[in-house]
């Protein structure tokens, strides 16, 4: 079995999480598109050296034949599906330090966590 095709699952599935969860943060397309830019270029160039150097190997029989420098392309499916997993998990920060504690404001607005002087 080929690298890309172990890999398919994994894609399909981050897809499915990422379309299930579409809408949970704002700007959500464009935090996926930047996470996974950001994580493709990283892949790139450390594996580069990381292959150049000898650290890592690849059977040539389980490869596309593409690749991006020294890097096979299919190395750069598991930085796809974590930069489509991660935001689509994420719930972000929301809030203040009283919104982890429990504290900060209501419904309406009002704070619970203060008392108001007058």
């Known amino acids: 079995m080929t690298y890309l095709l ?5 894609i399909v599935l981050a897809l499915a999480l990422w379309l299930w969860r579409r809408g949970s943060a704002p700007r959500q397309l464009a935090v996926t598109a930047l996470v ?14 990381m292959i150049l150097a000898g650290l890592v190997g690849y ?7 593409l690749y991006i420098g020294a890097m096979p392309v299919e190395d750069l499916l598991y930085a796809i599906v974590a930069g489509i997993a991660v935001p689509a998990l994420w719930t972000g920060h ?4 009283a919104a982890a504690r ?3 404001a209501n419904d309406e607005g009002h704070d619970e966590g203060k008392v108001d002087p007058t």
């Open 6 to 10: 172990i890999s398919v699952p994994f």
């Open 36 to 49: 996974v830019a950001v994580l493709v270029v990283l892949t790139t160039v450390f594996d580069n050296f």
């Open 102 to 104: 429990g504290g900060g």
């Open 59 to 65: 059977d040539e029989a389980q490869m596309s034949g």
């Open 94 to 97: 929301r809030g203040g330090p």
